[in-house]
C-alpha cells in the first residue's frame, strides 16, 4: 500500500512542540489576564488537538474525504455548543406573557 | 501476496480501498465520541458562566501539578502510538511490539496518576452528595464542579481503560505476526482512537485544572 510513512523527525518535532504548549498553558494559566485567560488557554488547546489530528493521526496526508468526516465532527460540536448556550442565554430576555405564572 | 489474500475482505477491490473505508469508518465513529464528550463539555460551560467564582474556588482544589505530569504521559503516549503505527506499516514487528508495551506503560501510568487523585481527593471529602466536605464555599456549586470533573474525567478514564485494552489485543495479534506492510489497519485505526483520547484531555486538562 502505498500510504506516506512520516519520517520520526516530523513526530518528534510534534512531540517537542505538543509539550511545550502544556508549559506555555501553565504559564499562561497564572498571569491574570481577565477575562482573555480561557480563550487563550482553549485557543493553545485547540492548536495541539490540531498538531495531533494532522500529524499523529495522518489528516494532512489522507484523502480530502477523511478532512471533510473531521471537520464535520467538530463543526457539530459548535452547533450543540451555540444552540445550547443561546438557549440558555436568552432564556430571560423576554418576560413571560402575563397571566402565566413561573414556576419558580 | 498471501497476506492480502487472507485480509481483503470480498467486498473491496484492493487493500486501499479496504484501508480508506476503514478509516473512514473510524472517523465517523470519532464523531459520535465527539458529541458523546461534547454533552458534558456543554454543560461545563453553561455552569461555568454561571459559577465563575464558584468554578476558580473548585479548581484550586485539584493539584495541577498532577494534571500537568498527565498530560505530558499522555502526549508522550501518543508519541509511541504514532511510532507503533510507523512500525506496522514498514512492517517491524520487533518495533511494533516494542511501542505497542511503551504505549500501554504510559496508559497505565495516567491511570494510575489519576487512581491517586481519585483517592486523595475521596479522603479529603471532595464528592459531591450529603458528605461533601463543609469547607469549600459556594458549597452547592462547588460540588457541581466535582460532579463534571468526576464525569468528565471518569468518562476520559474508561476510554483509557478500553484503549488499554485494545491495545493488549494489538499486542497479541502483533506478537502472533498478523501484521505486516500490507495489512495494518487494525493498528492505525486503534492509534486514531488512542489520538483522541489524547485530544479529549488536552481540553480536559486547562478547563478543569487551570481556572484562575
Redesign the interface.
Known amino acids: ?3 506516506q ?2 519520517p ?1 523527525k516530523v ?2 518535532m ?2 517537542a512542540t ?2 511545550l504548549l ?1 508549559l506555555v ?2 504559564d499562561v ?2 498571569f ?1 489576564l481577565g477575562i482573555l ?2 480563550p487563550i ?2 485557543t ?2 485547540s492548536v ?2 490540531t498538531l ?2 494532522l ?4 489528516v494532512r496526508y ?2 480530502r ?2 478532512w471533510v ?2 471537520g ?3 463543526i ?2 459548535v452547533i ?2 451555540a444552540f ?2 443561546s438557549d ?2 436568552s432564556r430571560h430576555w423576554l418576560p413571560l406573557p402575563t397571566g402565566w405564572t413561573s414556576s419558580r | 501476496m498471501s497476506d492480502v489474500q487472507t485480509t481483503l475482505a470480498h467486498q473491496f477491490e484492493d487493500p486501499d480501498q479496504q484501508h480508506e473505508a476503514a478509516s473512514l469508518g473510524m472517523w465517523a465513529f470519532l464523531i459520535t465520541e465527539i458529541m458523546f464528550f461534547g454533552g458534558l463539555f456543554a454543560a461545563y460551560t453553561v455552569y461555568r458562566i454561571q459559577y465563575p467564582a464558584a468554578f476558580v474556588t473548585a479548581s484550586h482544589l485539584l493539584d495541577y501539578k498532577l494534571g500537568a505530569v498527565n498530560t505530558a504521559v499522555l502526549i508522550c503516549s501518543s508519541l509511541t502510538m504514532a511510532l507503533a503505527v510507523r512500525a506496522a506499516q514498514l512492517g517491524q514487528r520487533r518495533n511494533l511490539i516494542v511501542f505497542l508495551i511503551l504505549t500501554m506503560t504510559l496508559g497505565t501510568t495516567f491511570l494510575g496518576i489519576k487512581a491517586a487523585e481519585y483517592t486523595h481527593k475521596f479522603h479529603e471529602r471532595l464528592i459531591p452528595g450529603p458528605n461533601f466536605t463543609p469547607n469549600v464555599s459556594p458549597n452547592r456549586e462547588a460540588q457541581l464542579f466535582f460532579l463534571l470533573y468526576y464525569s468528565m474525567t471518569g468518562l476520559h478514564a474508561l476510554h483509557m481503560v478500553i484503549g488499554i485494552g485494545v491495545l493488549t489485543w494489538l499486542l497479541v495479534r502483533a506478537v502472533r505476526g498478523h501484521f505486516s506492510h500490507e495489512y495494518y489497519s487494525p493498528v492505525e485505526m486503534s492509534g486514531l482512537y488512542w489520538h483522541f483520547v489524547d485530544i479529549v484531555w488536552i481540553y480536559l486538562f486547562p478547563l478543569l485544572y487551570l481556572v484562575r
Not at chain 1, 500529524?55 to 495522518?58: G, Q, R, V
Open positions: 500500500m502505498a500510504h510513512v512520516v520520526p513526530y518528534l510534534i512531540f505538543l509539550l502544556t498553558t501553565l494559566a497564572f491574570n485567560n480561557t488557554a482553549l493553545i488547546a495541539k488537538a495531533v489530528i500529524y499523529f493521526m495522518h489522507a484523502p474525504l477523511t468526516f473531521a464535520a465532527g467538530f457539530w460540536l450543540l455548543l445550547t448556550l440558555y442565554y
